[in-house]
């Protein structure tokens, strides 16, 4: 049996001033999958995705990405994760190519090996003209841009990507689905969060909807989504009112 | 250990520090000039020789104390602050660093500055024949040292602190009173002695006195307290940081 990429078994999360945050989430994501993780806001997806990453400590259960304790062996956890988050979490007066070359520093790679795959990065990621701005002076697609580059840095096999088109445009959203999908394709495991659900329905097979702190539906993409569509099915499962306004 | 990930924190900060270069070493320097030609030539002219040694070289270790302490505390406090509250301090908590190799890479970037900032001192004082220094590994001992505890302490209130205005806190309360008396300008004999306390009492003194040692061979009390003082600071700092950071205080969630 293959260990999946992502195991996160009854996480609790419960915050200094006593909100819980997630309450007792398991999940587990095989290795190759385009997971889909949905959720109204406050439901707990950023904070399973902080517990999973090293930015929030869990209250109790255990998270492992390939088969690795990332509490106890946190270091071996975090060389396996590239993190993609919702917050721009970024030095605004450093240019985009400092902040992915630092991300790669912060990762053990060598200059050549740096300067390399920052090259690359800035040019799949059509950043080369804008390389040396301050990050700040860059529009909300072309943070994007950076902020995804710079989860790519060090190539890790699982990808967390936290609202990655939140604010982008059509054409650069198209752009980075392509792109998706196609390092999904050569093997990279991805678990996406969006509230955009046609996002996920193009790009995940398996998905999760998690609300006040717990799963409430998990399961392969067409069998959640049923004959009434992933709209319906996440409005059902999270306790909203479906739209009868339909056009 | 991971040399490049620490490395890359020294490279980060010494990249935001010349971004405001005049803020980070023209300020100091203006500053320590200014207490040299003041307390050197126009309050030093009248004050007799101390030890056999000039007024402005009496005054010198001790403004160059000053100097490296704001540097440090500010360099560490602004650092940690800074990356809190842009949230970038989560690239360092996402990537495989240790604790001890986040500590090691704030305190040695606090010790580049703090060096580059008493080199432009040093020159500034050989222009008025005021630099010496009788004991190069003491000179380095107190530079680094000093250095370190400031840098420590400027971690712990980086963390700490929920403003800006709280950043200062200790600067206002603390750094700067303790220093102004702590035997910078004057030798403890020039105090009347129910006010020699002041300078018993604080750990400045013991730093100034250990910096005047390695400069000019001048010591008001044991090198050897000093070194001790400044070592159990080292440890005691040293630990409630590691602590610290081991419980992701002020840094995660």
Sequence with gaps: ?247 | MNWIGLFTIVRREISRMMRVPIQVFVAPWISALLFIFIFGFVVGGRIASIGGHRYLEFVLPGVLLMNIVNAAFLQSSSAIYFARFLHFIEETLVSPLSYVEMILGSLSTVVVRSVLTALGIMIIGLVFDATHIVSILGFLFWVVATSCIFGLLGIIIGLWAKSFEQLNVLTVFFITPLSMVGGVFNTVAMLPPWLRFLDYANPFFYFTNGLRGAMLGLDETPQGLGVGLTLVLLAVLGGTVWRLYSKGYGLRE
């Design chain 1, 1 to 247: 049996m293959t260990v999946p990429a992502l195991r996160i078994s009854h996480l609790r999360k419960v915050y200094r001033r006593g909100t819980v945050a997630v309450d007792d989430i398991s999940l587990t994501v095989p290795e190759g999958e385009f997971f889909g993780f949905l959720g109204p806001n406050g439901a707990g997806k950023s904070t399973t995705i902080h517990c999973t990453t090293g930015i929030a400590e869990p209250t109790a259960g255990k998270i492992e990405v390939f088969g690795i304790d990332v509490v106890k062996n946190y270091r071996e956890a975090r060389r396996m994760v590239g993190l993609c988050p919702q917050e721009f979490n970024v030095d605004v007066f450093a240019t985009p190519r400092q902040i992915v070359d630092w991300m790669g520093g912060y990762f053990g790679m060598r200059a050549a090996a740096r300067k390399e795959r920052t090259d690359f990065l800035m040019e799949r990621f059509e950043l080369i003209p804008h390389q040396k701005k301050s990050f700040r002076e860059l529009s909300g697609g072309l943070k994007r841009r950076v902020v995804l580059a710079r989860a790519l840095v060090n190539d890790p096999p699982l990808l967390i990507l936290d609202e990655p088109t939140a604010g982008v445009d059509v054409e650069l959203r198209r752009v980075l689905w392509r792109y998706l999908q196609e390092i999904n394709k050569d093997g990279k495991t991805i678990l996406l969060t969006s509230h955009y659900l046609e996002e996920v329905e193009r790009l995940c097979r398996t998905i999760a909807i998690v609300n006040k702190g717990k799963v409430v539906r998990e399961g392969a993409k067409e069998e959640i989504a049923g004959t009434d569509g992933l709209e319906d099915a996440y409005l059902k499962a999270t306790g909203a009112e479906p739209d009868h306004v339909k056009g």
